[in-house]
């Protein structure tokens, strides 16, 4: 079954977020950092994933697109290097994403567009 393209960004917050707490929770230091370095692949593959499908995305179905595709993308620029003291952060913005972009650009959107999106991601990660 195809996901489309917000539901697989949503998916990944969550991933994203049990990896966050795995680091917060993690009983050594050897694990915390094992779980630090997943979440830091993790939010690289993610932060690749908007990049690329989601912005232009933005940018071409949202009046404001270009300007908020922008701001995203200056957003994850300002993370820099993850690190547990950056999690709320990045918590945030994913919040924001699904509770403030994502519904809008699901209405923008013509029907059939997130699907392809969708799609589209999932091939560029099996080529990977």
Do not use: K, N, W
């Amino acid at each position: 079954m195809s996901a489309d393209l917000l539901e697989l960004l949503t998916a990944e917050h969550r991933r994203l977020e049990s990896l966050f707490a795995d680091v917060e929770t993690a009983p050594t230091a050897e694990l915390r950092q094992a779980a630090l370095i997943a979440a830091a692949d993790a939010l690289e593959q993610h932060t690749d994933a908007e990049t690329q499908f989601l912005h232009p995305a933005l940018a071409a179905h949202l009046p404001a697109g270009p300007d908020i595709a922008a701001y995203e993308e200056a957003e994850h620029a300002a993370f820099g290097p993850l690190t547990p003291s950056c999690f709320d952060t990045v918590r945030q913005h994913m919040l924001e994403e699904e509770t403030e972009l994502f519904p809008r650009l699901a209405q923008a959107c013509p029907a059939g567009e997130l699907l392809r999106l969708g799609e589209l991601l999932q091939s560029s990660r099996v080529a990977e």
